[in-house]
């Protein structure tokens, strides 16, 4: 029985790694529920989870989710410290918490761009998921953990996507991969252009007009300058003999 169940584990990653580019370390995302029913089959999660999927795992939680446990009580106490040791993943609701359930959901919109796995006893989460392609459903039954095979919408998606219909969210990361490695697609840092030194136009203060001094008023004749009249100073002996000829 572990053999044929490992064998169809192995079957669904198969598919999920082709198709949806689902790769290790797998991270499980657990809810409440989850928790609670490992605790009660005693199942070493750690431990049987990478056997089970034959590779790296890591278990991982939301805040919403230990919110909840912690509000629910010591009912479910094991189950809070359980989730206590995952990986606590940031989630869209940092000031008001939801429900567990509704956190998980919101983890995996978006065609599931982490490849979360989601681990859940919670029926009515169960039957949303399904309804979302791309994203491998676990859970406990007879105390053994279980990977459900893929979703009739999952299988519906993926021959779409063989039909040419439509373009898996995987196949554009591998396409954008490609163009970047070919040198196709720059990368953001290339795109910065330096910033062209603007063309600055003439000084606005060379382009006012010179302004006119202005006329003087004054007549063109006080622009001569004025001759200076020498007088020469005659000497004593002249004046009295110019009196003396005019008395004779």
Same mark, same amino acid.
């Given at each position: 029985m572990k053999i044929t169940r490992q064998k169809h584990a192995k079957k669904h990653l198969g598919f999920f790694r082709n198709n949806f580019g689902v790769r290790e370390p797998y991270q499980i995302l657990l809810d409440g529920t989850f928790c609670q029913a490992a605790?009660?089959?005693?199942?070493q999660l750690r431990e049987q989870l990478p056997r089970y999927l034959m590779g790296e795992t890591q278990?991982?939680?939301t805040r919403c989710v230990l919110k909840e446990l912690e509000t629910l009580g010591k009912d479910l106490?094991?189950? =809070?410290?359980?989730?206590?040791?995952c990986q606590v993943r940031n989630c869209p609701h940092f000031k008001n918490a939801v429900?567990? &359930?509704?956190?998980?959901?919101?983890?995996?919109?978006?065609?599931?761009?982490?490849?979360?796995?989601?681990?859940?006893?919670?029926?009515?989460l169960s039957v949303k998921v399904k309804k979302k392609p791309g994203i491998p459903l676990m859970f406990i039954i007879?105390?053994?953990?279980?990977?459900?095979k893929p979703s009739p919408k999952t299988i519906a998606f993926v021959k779409a996507i063989e039909s040419g219909q439509l373009v898996s969210v995987h196949e554009k990361e591998s396409i954008k991969q490609l163009k970047q490695e070919q040198g196709l697609v720059k990368n953001p840092e290339q795109r910065r252009r330096k910033k062209r030194? =603007?063309?600055?136009?003439?000084n606005p203060l060379s382009c006012l007009k010179k302004k006119k001094k202005p006329e003087?008023?004054? &007549?063109?004749?006080?622009?001569k300058k004025k001759k200076r009249i020498r007088i020469r100073n005659r000497s004593t002996s002249e004046v009295l003999s110019e009196k003396q000829n005019a008395e004779g």
């Open positions: 605790l009660r089959g005693r199942i278990l991982c939680t106490y094991g189950a =809070k410290l359980i989730a206590q040791k429900s567990g &359930s509704e956190c998980l959901l919101s983890m995996v919109e978006e065609g599931n761009p982490h490849h979360y796995f989601v681990a859940t006893q919670d029926q009515n007879q105390n053994t953990i279980v990977l459900d030194k =603007k063309i600055s136009g003439p003087d008023t004054k &007549s063109p004749a006080s622009k």
